[in-house]
């Protein structure tokens, strides 16, 4: 069965901090690691990473997939009030694209000002 | 960037009626679009993966006969959630995947692998 885990489960820090969220997964025929940020309602789609080692970056958010470990981690610097949420990371499949996602439970990230 | 909508955004229905969600890919056309719920402080939890022109594709544990989906055309997929219960209440999410991308090798597969999700749908059953 394919799982992705989420650590912290909850996470609370103060402005200006650098936060670092971890996921780690066990998809099988993986292709891809996706991570999301959910605020009220549905998902924004923040990074789809499908090579190791290969950090990709929007502003202050940045991410890496580590294939050999099967981990990935999500870094936000310069932390503000407006990156709280939960944010959650994803396995994708190969073969066309014709699977769903295996979500982990979230990582909720709370920025005290 | 690509629109999914989904319709309703909210119902609240009585014990053992039926409700029906409509999920719309707006500037785009979906071959695949895909049908997760989401209960209170979890993860979102794929329940079926819906195939335009073809039935459904139902995660294990998820009731095919309680969960309807159709995928009628290009751009919408409806889920009816028949005699729902209380329990059915949940935040019912849709995403899409751009069946197109206009490129080859990996720059197709990261553009079709991507999903779109619509807003979400908020069930209560009461």
């Known amino acids: 069965e394919d799982k992705v885990v989420q650590s912290p489960l909850s996470l609370v820090v103060h402005e200006g901090d650098t936060v670092t969220l971890n996921c780690s997964y066990e998809?099988?025929?993986?292709?891809?690691l996706l991570w999301y940020k959910q605020e009220k309602k549905a998902p924004t789609f923040l990074f789809m990473l499908t090579s190791s080692g290969i950090e990709k970056k929007s502003g202050r958010l940045s991410s890496i997939l580590d294939k050999k470990e099967l981990f990935s981690i999500l870094n936000i610097t310069a932390t503000q009030t407006g990156d709280s949420a939960v944010y959650l990371c994803?396995?994708?499949?190969?073969?066309?694209?014709?699977?769903?996602?295996?979500f982990g439970k979230g990582t909720h990230l709370i920025i005290q000002p | 960037g690509a629109v999914v909508s989904q319709h309703p955004s909210w119902v609240i229905c009585k014990s053992g009626t039926s409700v029906k969600i409509e999920c719309r890919s707006l500037?785009?056309?979906?071959?695949?679009m895909f049908w997760y719920r989401q209960f209170p402080k979890q993860s979102l939890m794929l329940m079926a993966t819906s195939n335009e022109g073809s039935k459904a594709t139902y995660e294990q544990g998820v009731e095919k006969d309680k969960f309807l989906i159709n995928h009628a055309s290009l751009t919408l997929s409806t889920l009816t959630v028949t005699s729902a219960h209380p329990e059915d209440s949940s935040f019912y999410i849709c995403?899409?995947?751009?069946?197109?991308?206009?490129?080859?090798?990996?720059?197709?597969?990261?553009?079709?692998?991507?999903?779109?999700f619509g807003p979400g749908t908020r069930l209560t059953v009461l």
């Open positions: 500037d785009f056309q979906a071959t695949t």
């Open positions: 994803a396995g994708g499949k190969a073969g066309g694209g014709a699977d769903g996602l295996t």
């Open positions: 998809v099988t025929n993986f292709r891809s």
């Open positions: 995403s899409a995947r751009d069946a197109g991308g206009g490129l080859a090798g990996l720059d197709s597969y990261v553009l079709n692998n991507e999903q779109f």
